[in-house]
């Protein structure tokens, strides 16, 4: 694990992360290797860019996404690389966290 400064947004925000873009699903808006700053406590609304996290049988996988919407059964999400939506099931998503904030790849 490595730690970087946490900029001036999210000051006071005790749960804030950060992580790094890892593929092409989410370009042109997110390079790989770009450093994104997650505020898990803000809740997202249609057209945020997420960090999604899905229970796959035993794995916890997590996603940057574009947040669509949630209902009770089914949790919508859009990546532009190639351009689609993604539906999971509300049950296994375990937390949608909002992504505030990004350096570029390789700074």
């Not at 505020?39 to 996404?65: H, N």
């Not at 059964?73 to 351009?83: A, C, I, R």
Request: net charge neutral; with cysteine; hydrophobic share 35%.
């Amino acid at each position: 694990m490595q730690h970087i400064a946490r900029p001036y947004f999210l000051d006071g925000v005790g749960s804030a992360y950060a992580v790094y873009c890892n593929g092409d699903s989410m370009e042109p808006r997110y390079q790989h290797g770009q450093l994104l700053f997650v505020d898990p406590s803000k809740p997202p609304t249609r057209g945020d860019d997420v960090v999604i996290q899905v229970q796959s049988g035993d794995e916890l996988c997590g996603f940057v996404k574009r947040f669509v919407s949630a209902s009770d059964k089914k949790t919508t999400v859009h990546q532009f690389n190639p351009d689609e939506k993604i539906t999971y099931p509300t049950p296994d998503v375990k937390a949608i966290h909002l992504v505030v904030g990004s350096l570029a790849a390789g700074r």
